[in-house]
Nanobody, 111 residues
Framework: QVQLVESGGGLVQPGGSLRLSCAASGRAVSSENVQWYRQAPGKGRELVAVIGHLGTTLYGDSVKGRSTISGDNATNTVHLQIDNLKPEDAAICCC?????WGQGTRVTVSS
């Protein structure tokens, strides 16, 4: 049974940073791609970032240049840091490994 648990969301002021975490159990995050998606109210799901099993990374245009995705094999966790947060970054963020999704963590950006 694969489980993904996200954490790290919360309320942050514009210009601030958040580090989201996706803790996996039942499968190694290093075994295949892990993706972070987000969905803002009234909008479709958006791919935010991907880390490949060889460590290659890919970012969505909306966060490119101000986000970093990384994997920690020791804790079997994938982190996503987003800097210079904007109100339009507010969303539910979820991670995905293979066919499995986490429940998500909410990011709110407001002053």
């Amino acid at each position: 049974q694969v489980q993904l648990v996200e954490s790290g969301g919360g309320l942050v002021q514009p210009g601030g940073s958040l580090r989201l975490s996706c803790a996996a159990s039942g499968r190694a995050v290093s075994s295949e791609n892990v993706q972070w998606y987000r969905q803002a109210p009234g909008k479709g799901r958006e791919l935010v970032a991907v880390i490949g099993h060889l460590g290659t990374t890919l970012y969505g245009d909306s966060v490119k240049g101000r986000s970093t995705i990384s994997g920690d094999n020791a804790t079997n966790t994938v982190h996503l840091q987003i800097d210079n947060l904007k109100p339009e970054d507010a969303a539910i963020c979820c991670c995905k490994l293979s066919m499995y999704w986490g429940q998500g963590t909410r990011v709110t950006v407001s002053s």
